[in-house]
C-alpha cells in the first residue's frame, strides 16, 4: 500500500497492552553447533556515548511536532539542514540510534537513499513468478522500488529501524500439541504497522528537535521499498538463507520500519554475512520454500506457508496442504531453527505479548465472523480475512485429523463459502483415513 503521509505528529509515551498471561515455559536453545562466525566485528547496533549531546532529553519526553515540518508527498523540495554545513542538520548515525532507543525502536541506522544493486534480485524474483499472486509486488509499485526518492523527492537517507517482537513462550518447532493452532509469533500481539509507525514518527519528532526543519516520509512493510535492502546496508544484520534480516546480536525477531528523510546523513556500512556453512532453515522448510536464487537463496512465495496462509486467496494447492502442519497463520519454522535466534533478545514491548497463545483449533473452527473480528482485532491475523482463516483451520484439522475434529469439520463442509467447504472435505477424508 502506497500513501504514507509525510508529516509532523507529536505523540508523546508509545501505548503499551498490558494484561497478557504470563507464558508457561520459557524458550529452550535449539540444538545444534553454531554457524561460522567472524571474529572481531562489531556489533552495528552498539551506541556509544554522545558527548556534544547534551540537548538529548529523557526517554518519553513528548517531542514538539512543530519542530518538524509536513510537506505534501515530498513534491515540494526545501533546503534542509541550512544551519549545518554537511546537509544533515548536525545528525549522525550515532544520534539516530540513541533517539531510536528512546523511541522504543531497539536498532536503527543510516542508508542512503538511492538505488541499489539488490534491486536487479528483485527484477528477478518477480520475472521468476515468486510473487505468486501478490500483485502489489508486481504492478506499477514494482517499479517504485527501483528508487526510494519516488517516494519522497527529496529523500537523501533512510534511516533503518528495527523493533524487536519476541517473547518468552516456545518455539513452534518446541510445540506439539495436536489440539491446537499455530499462530506466527509477529502476530500475536497488536498489529506491529500501528506500534512501529508509532515509533517512527516519536523518532521523527525528536530528530527535527536536533536538525530543524526537514522532510520525511515513514515507511512500514506496506511501502513499495526494499527493507531488507536498505536494512542491510543501513548496518542493521545480513539477509540470511531463509531470506530474513539477521542481527548479530538480536536474531531476526524484529520487524523493519524507515524513515526517509531530506536529510544528508553519513551512511552506515552492511555487516558481514554470518550464515557460514549452516543449512538449518533450508532443510527444515515443511515445503522446500527456500529455493537457489541467482546468488545465494531465496522464497518461492508459491512453496510459502506464510504465503498460503496470509496472502494468498482461494484454495491452497493440494499438493502443498500436507506440509502445512498447524499453521493457520504465518510460519516461523525457518527462523526458529535459526541458531543466531537462540539467545535473540525478548522486546521490552508488552504490545506483542500473546493474546491467544495457541489457540484449540476446535475453538477457531467454530467461530462466526463476529467471533473472529473480535478476537482478533488490532492484530495482522485479520489480514487472512474470515474465510481465508477457516480454510486454514480446516488444513491443519486435516493434518491433526484427531477423530473429534470430525464434528467441526462437517460444520464447515456444510459453509457456504465454497472454498471452507472444499477445504473441510479433504480435512475429513484425512480424519477418516487415519481412523481406518
Ligand atoms: C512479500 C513479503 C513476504 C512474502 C515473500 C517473502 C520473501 N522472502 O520475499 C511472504 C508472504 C512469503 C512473506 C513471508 C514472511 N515475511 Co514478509 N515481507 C514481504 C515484503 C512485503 C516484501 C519482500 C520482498 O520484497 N520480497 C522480494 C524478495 C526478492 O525480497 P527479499 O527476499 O527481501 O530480497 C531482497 C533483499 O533482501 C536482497 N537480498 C536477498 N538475498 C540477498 C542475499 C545477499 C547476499 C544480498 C547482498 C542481498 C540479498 O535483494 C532483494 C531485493 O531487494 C516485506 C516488506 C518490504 N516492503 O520489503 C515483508 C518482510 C520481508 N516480511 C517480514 C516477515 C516478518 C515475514 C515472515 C517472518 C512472517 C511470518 N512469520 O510468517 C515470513 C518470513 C518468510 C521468509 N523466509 O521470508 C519482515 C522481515 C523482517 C526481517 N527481520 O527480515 C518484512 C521486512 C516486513 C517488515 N516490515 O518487518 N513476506
Ligand atoms: S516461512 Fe515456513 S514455509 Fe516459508 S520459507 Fe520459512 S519455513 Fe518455509
Ligand atoms: S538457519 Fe538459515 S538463516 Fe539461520 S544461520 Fe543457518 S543458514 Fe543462515
Not at 546523513?265 to 557460514?276: E, F
Not at 463476529?370 to 474470515?386: D, I, K, L, N, S
Not at 460444520?411 to 480435512?427: G, I, M, N, Q, T
Amino acid at each position: 500500500m502506497t500513501g504514507e503521509t509525510v508529516r509532523a505528529r507529536d505523540h508523546g509515551t508509545q501505548e503499551q497492552r498490558a494484561g497478557a498471561d504470563a507464558p508457561a515455559e520459557t524458550v529452550g536453545a535449539l540444538g545444534g553447533g553454531a554457524p561460522e562466525q567472524p571474529a572481531g566485528v562489531d556489533a552495528p547496533e552498539t551506541v556509544h556515548a554522545i558527548d556534544r549531546h547534551a540537548q538529548v532529553q529523557p526517554a518519553g519526553a513528548n517531542a514538539p511536532g512543530e519542530t518538524v515540518r509536513a510537506l505534501d508527498h515530498g513534491t515540494q523540495e526545501r533546503h534542509v539542514g541550512a544551519d549545518t554545513p554537511d546537509g544533515a542538520g548536525g545528525i549522525t548515525g550515532e544520534i539516530v540510534r540513541v533517539l531510536a532507543r528512546e523511541c522504543g525502536l531497539e536498532l536503527a541506522g543510516v542508508a542512503a537513499a538511492e538505488p541499489v544493486a539488490d534491486a536487479a534480485r528483485y527484477r528477478q524474483w518477480v520475472a521468476a513468478g515468486y510473487a505468486g499472486e501478490m500483485r502489489y509486488l508486481t504492478d506499477r509499485r514494482a517499479a517504485v522500488r527501483e528508487d526510494p526518492r519516488s517516494l519522497l523527492r527529496s529523500a537523501r537517507s533512510i534511516i533503518c529501524a528495527g523493533k524487536l517482537y519476541q517473547t518468552p513462550w516456545p518455539l513452534s518447532t518446541q510445540f506439539d500439541d495436536e489440539a491446537r493452532a499455530w499462530i506466527s509469533r509477529y502476530a500475536w500481539g497488536d498489529d506491529y504497522h500501528d506500534t512501529l509507525r508509532r515509533g517512527l514518527e516519536r523518532l521523527a519528532a525528536r530528530l527535527g528537535e536536533h536538525a530543524g526543519e526537514f522532510e520525511y516520509k515513514i515507511c512500514v512493510d506496506t511501502a513499495p521499498l526494499l527493507e531488507r535492502s536498505y536494512a542491510r546496508l543501513a548496518g542493521l544484520g545480513w539477509i540470511g538463507r531463509n531470506t530474513c534480516l539477521i542481527n548479530q546480536q538480536s536474531g531476526s525477531w524484529f520487524f523493519l520500519g524507515e524513515i526517509l528523510v531530506s536529510l544528508d546523513i553519513a551512511p552506515d556500512g552492511p555487516p558481514p554475512d554470518r550464515c557460514g556453512t549452516c543449512r538449518r532453515c533450508i532443510d527444515a522448510c515443511p515445503t522446500a520454500a527456500i529455493v537457489p536464487g541467482v546468488a545465494g537463496y531465496t522464497v518461492d512465495s508459491r512453496l510459502c506457508i506464510s504465503y498460503f496462509t496470509i496472502e494468498q486467496r482461494g484454495s491452497t494447492p493440494d499438493e502443498e496442504r500436507g506440509g502445512m502442519g498447524a499453521n493457520v497463520f504465518g510460519c516461523d519454522i525457518c527462523q526458529d531453527v535459526c541458531p543466531w535466534n537462540r539467545r535473540a533478545p525478548l522486546t521490552p514491548d508488552a504490545a506483542f505479548a500473546p493474546r491467544h497463545f495457541a489457540p484449540p483449533l476446535e475453538n477457531l473452527a467454530g467461530l462466526t465472523e463476529q467471533e473472529f473480528r473480535t478476537m482478533f482485532r488490532g492484530t495482522p491475523v485479520t489480514r487472512a480475512r474470515y474465510a481465508g482463516f477457516l480454510r486454514n483451520v480446516a488444513i491443519a484439522m486435516g493434518n491433526r485429523a484427531r477423530p473429534e475434529f470430525r464434528a467441526p469439520l462437517e460444520k464447515l463442509a456444510a459453509s457456504e463459502d465454497r472454498v471452507v467447504a472444499e477445504h473441510a472435505r479433504w480435512a475429513l477424508d484425512r480424519v477418516a483415513q487415519r481412523s481406518c
